[in-house]
């Protein structure tokens, strides 16, 4: 199964200060495990959502918003794309994430025919 795991950033983050080159070299030994075990599909981090655009759906009409997104009390700044065996699995290896705060949403993938 295919999960998506979304790293959520609040306002006080949208300008967020790098991390320190301890907690960088912790991240990217944890990713390193990820990619061994052959559980990354994708990853990425995401602009400020002051580089974004959302488009509003209303009928026939389309309403383009530019960001920042002021009212969002949450935004997703990174993801990763996850192949593993079950949720459990992709929880596991959450767990064991060198991250001290914040929040991680996991989301199993739904296939479409032809996908």
């Given amino acids: 199964m295919r999960v998506l795991v979304m790293a ?3 306002e006080r983050s949208e300008a967020a200060t790098p991390p ?4 960088m070299a912790a991240y990217q030994k944890f990713n390193e495990e990820l990619v061994k075990a ?4 994708a990853s990425g981090r995401l ?8 488009v509003r759906f ?7 918003i530019d960001g920042p997104f002021a009212e969002a009390k949450e935004l ?5 794309l996850w192949q593993v065996r079950s949720m459990d699995e992709a929880i596991e290896w959450l767990k ?14 739904s296939m479409h025919e032809g996908a």
């Fill in 20 to 23: 320190t080159p301890e907690a």
């Fill in 76 to 80: 997703v700044a990174g993801y990763w």
């Fill in 58 to 64: 209303d009928g026939k009409k389309r309403t383009v």
């Fill in 96 to 109: 064991r994430a060198p991250y001290d705060g914040g929040i991680f949403e996991v989301r199993q993938v």
């Fill in 38 to 41: 052959g559980v990354v599909v």
């Fill in 47 to 54: 602009t400020p959502s002051a580089e974004g655009k959302r």
């Fill in 8 to 10: 959520k950033e609040g």
